[in-house]
DNA sequence: TTTTCATGTTAGATAATATGACATACACTT
DNA sequence: AAGTGTATGTCATATTATCTAACATGAAAA
């Protein structure tokens, strides 16, 4: 079973995680400028990614696909790494709050969400 | 958990692979012009293995420590491949057997196995 | 000694990726 | 209606990573 391969080893070059992710390179730079994934980079200079990073990224991309902006989904995140804490209404201030609730009423008459995490890879080899 | 990620999924680099096995792209090209791998190709002709291919070579570097060659490795994987047989002994001729076996002994006082399968990628970024 | 085997090394070509700039569609705001 | 902001597309240019092919080499086998 060779090693242990952690899923926080960046082992992934961007061309596959534009694969498992079906995002465009564009839009994984741009989410990394926004600093919600953070990928190793090679002596080059090369991004390489780990599991994690590509669950993340599918994260985000769902988080998209519900109207929440960049902003919206990197206080999720944070949220999301902050243990319980005593005072749990303390981690978003009103106005974010009511921002992003806001948001997900305007945008709550959606539907199609039929995204399919199916990609087929194949396709890309021979 | 994003995808299935089957161990036969072609994702890796070949500088990925260096890293995990600790051998160089010339040793694995070697063992591919071999037939010992069959690593996937992008369109551009980059080699990109799997997590499997990752093993096999981490089996053909344990092999050639145990002094056993390119043709034996490749008879070896081929039985492992081969189910069980009504005749097992026919799996390999006689003189296969003979050569193999003679390897095995000549090389046999041999130690320093000290080789250690955790080397640290995290070297590798910054 | 001469081969064979596994690997090193180098050269030249090409693919993959990086950054940065400009363009754009859409939703919101004023 | 006009203006802004956000997420993404597209293009140009630079650099890294990988490819193939050829020649070199040390150790072991014949």
Known sequence: MSQ?????????PISIVMQLTELTA???????DHDLIHPARTEGNRRMFSLIDVDTLLEIKDF?????NM???KKLFEMKN????????A??????L???????????GRFQKASLRQGDLSRFYH
Chains 1, 2 share one sequence.
């Open 82 to 89: 902050q243990p319980i804490v005593q005072e749990p209404k």
């Open 4 to 12: 242990q391969l952690r899923r926080s080893m960046p082992l992934l």
């Open 26 to 32: 564009r839009q994984i730079r741009y989410y990394e």
């Open 98 to 108: 009511r921002s992003i609730l806001r948001i997900e009423m305007q945008q709550a």
């Open 64 to 68: 998209l696909e519900q109207g929440i």
């Open 71 to 73: 902003a919206g989904i």
């Open 91 to 96: 981690q978003l201030t009103d106005a974010e």
